[in-house]
C-alpha cells in the first residue's frame, strides 16, 4: 500500500479573503511595532487638563493652592506623562532592529535635550523676571515649552511619515502663537481648553484610523 | 494576468509576508515577536519562512543577544516587490 500521500492542493483563490487576511496581518503587525498613539494622546490631554488646570486655579483663586505648588504638582504630572509615553515606545520598539530604532531612538533623545533646555530656560528666565507677576514669567516659560511640543511634533510627523501628528504639531503651533497674543492673563486658559481638545481630537481620530485599519478595508 | 505567485499564495505565507512588508525594507523583527503578531506556532512559521528565504523574498539573521541566540526576520526588495505585485493582482481580481 502506498502511504506517500499527495501534497494538499491550495484552496480555491478568494481575492476579498486574501485581502482581508493581508489586511490584518497588517494591523496587527501596526498595533505591536508602535505604542498605542490614541491611549498616549488621551494620557497628555488628561496631563494638560491637571497641570494647566491646577495652575489656572491657583492663579485666578478658585482652588485653594499656592501657585508654586501647583508648579510643582504639574511637574509630577508632565513627569508621569513622559515616563508613560517613554515606556511605551520602548515596549513596542523591542525586539525589532533597523533603521527605525535609530530614528526612535533619535526622536526620544530630541524631546528630552529639548525640554533640558526648556527646564535651564526656566530657571534663568525665573531669576531675570524675579519679583515679575507668575503669571508673566509662566507665560514666556510656557510659551517656550509648547514651541518644542509643536516643533517636535512636526518633525516627528516627517520622520514616521504621520499626517495627523504633523496636523497636531501645526495646531499646537497655532495655539501657541494664540496664547502669546492673548498675553499672560489668557494663556492659562488656552493651553487648558485647547490643549485637552487637541490631543483628544487626535486620539478620537488615531482610534477611527485603527479600527478601520483592523476592519481591513481594501485599499 | 499572469498567475499569482505560488510562494505567496499560501495563506500563512500571505500573512508573514505582509507583516514583513509593514515592518518595512531595512527592518528586522525577532522569530518570537513575529509569531505572536502571526499566531502561528514556531514549527509552522519556520517551514514557511524557509520557503520565503529560499524565494529570495526574506531574510534571517541568526546573532546572539545578550547570551541567548536569536533569529531576526526581515524582508528584501525582491520581497517587496513580489509582496506589491501580488497585492495588486489581488485587487485586479475583485
Given at each position: 500500500?502506498?502511504?506517500?500521500?499527495?501534497?494538499?492542493?491550495?484552496?480555491?483563490?478568494?481575492?476579498r479573503?486574501?485581502?482581508?487576511?493581508?489586511?490584518?496581518?497588517?494591523?496587527?503587525?501596526?498595533?505591536?511595532?508602535?505604542?498605542?498613539?490614541?491611549?498616549?494622546?488621551?494620557?497628555?490631554?488628561?496631563?494638560?487638563?491637571?497641570?494647566?488646570?491646577?495652575?489656572?486655579?491657583?492663579?485666578?483663586?478658585?482652588?485653594?493652592?499656592a501657585?508654586?505648588?501647583?508648579?510643582?504638582?504639574?511637574?509630577?504630572?508632565?513627569?508621569?506623562?513622559?515616563?508613560?509615553?517613554?515606556?511605551?515606545?520602548?515596549?513596542?520598539?523591542?525586539?525589532?532592529?533597523?533603521d527605525?530604532?535609530?530614528?526612535?531612538?533619535?526622536?526620544?533623545?530630541?524631546?528630552?535635550?529639548?525640554?533640558?533646555?526648556?527646564a535651564?530656560?526656566s530657571?534663568?528666565?525665573?531669576?531675570?523676571?524675579?519679583?515679575?507677576d507668575?503669571?508673566?514669567?509662566?507665560?514666556?516659560?510656557?510659551s517656550?515649552?509648547?514651541?518644542?511640543?509643536?516643533?517636535?511634533?512636526?518633525?516627528?510627523?516627517?520622520?514616521?511619515?504621520?499626517?495627523?501628528?504633523?496636523?497636531?504639531?501645526a495646531?499646537?503651533?497655532?495655539?501657541?502663537?494664540?496664547?502669546?497674543i492673548?498675553?499672560?492673563?489668557?494663556?492659562?486658559?488656552?493651553?487648558?481648553?485647547?490643549?485637552?481638545?487637541?490631543?483628544v481630537?487626535?486620539?478620537?481620530?488615531?482610534?477611527?484610523?485603527?479600527r478601520?485599519?483592523?476592519?481591513g478595508?481594501?485599499? | 494576468?499572469?498567475?499569482?505567485?505560488?510562494?505567496?499564495?499560501?495563506?500563512?505565507?500571505?500573512?508573514?509576508?505582509?507583516?514583513?512588508?509593514?515592518?518595512?525594507?531595512?527592518?528586522?523583527?525577532?522569530?518570537?515577536?513575529?509569531?505572536?503578531?502571526?499566531?502561528?506556532?514556531?514549527?509552522?512559521?519556520?517551514?514557511?519562512?524557509?520557503?520565503?528565504?529560499?524565494?529570495?523574498?526574506?531574510?534571517?539573521?541568526?546573532?546572539?543577544?545578550?547570551?541567548?541566540?536569536?533569529?531576526?526576520?526581515?524582508?528584501?526588495?525582491?520581497?517587496?516587490?513580489?509582496?506589491?505585485?501580488?497585492?495588486?493582482?489581488?485587487?485586479?481580481?475583485?
Open positions: 500500500m502506498n502511504t506517500n500521500q499527495p501534497a494538499a492542493p491550495e484552496p480555491a483563490l478568494d481575492p479573503a486574501a485581502l482581508a487576511s493581508l489586511n490584518q496581518a497588517a494591523a496587527a503587525t501596526r498595533a505591536s511595532i508602535e505604542p498605542n498613539t490614541a491611549v498616549i494622546y488621551f494620557v497628555w490631554a488628561a496631563a494638560y487638563l491637571a497641570g494647566y488646570g491646577l495652575l489656572h486655579g491657583a492663579a485666578f483663586g478658585w482652588l485653594p493652592l501657585y508654586g505648588t501647583a508648579l510643582l504638582i504639574g511637574a509630577g504630572i508632565l513627569l508621569a506623562a513622559v515616563a508613560y509615553t517613554a515606556v511605551a515606545g520602548i515596549r513596542s520598539g523591542s525586539r525589532i532592529r533597523g527605525s530604532k535609530f530614528a526612535g531612538m533619535a526622536y526620544g533623545m530630541s524631546w528630552m535635550g529639548g525640554f533640558l533646555v526648556v535651564l530656560f530657571i534663568a528666565i525665573s531669576r531675570l523676571l524675579a519679583g515679575t507668575q503669571l508673566v514669567t509662566g507665560w514666556l516659560i510656557n517656550v515649552a509648547i514651541l518644542v511640543v509643536g516643533i517636535m511634533y512636526m518633525a516627528g510627523a516627517a520622520v514616521f511619515q504621520d499626517r495627523p501628528m504633523f496636523l497636531l504639531g495646531c499646537f503651533t497655532v495655539l501657541n502663537a494664540a496664547g502669546l492673548a498675553g499672560a492673563q489668557a494663556f492659562i486658559s488656552i493651553f487648558a481648553i485647547g490643549g485637552p481638545v487637541l490631543f481630537a487626535a486620539g478620537i481620530a488615531m482610534l477611527v484610523l485603527r478601520r485599519e483592523t476592519a478595508a481594501v485599499k | 494576468m499572469a498567475e499569482l505567485d505560488p510562494v505567496i499564495h499560501a495563506d500563512a505565507r500571505l500573512r508573514a509576508m505582509s507583516a514583513l512588508n509593514t515592518l518595512g525594507l531595512h527592518e528586522s523583527i525577532a522569530f518570537p515577536k513575529l509569531r505572536g503578531i502571526l499566531g502561528m506556532t514556531a514549527g509552522n512559521l519556520s517551514t514557511h519562512l524557509r520557503k520565503l528565504e529560499d524565494a529570495g523574498y526574506i531574510t534571517q539573521q541568526k546573532l546572539i543577544e545578550g547570551r541567548s541566540p536569536a533569529t531576526y526576520v526581515g524582508i528584501t526588495a525582491t520581497g517587496v516587490a513580489a509582496f506589491e505585485a501580488y497585492k495588486a493582482q489581488l485587487i485586479q481580481l475583485l
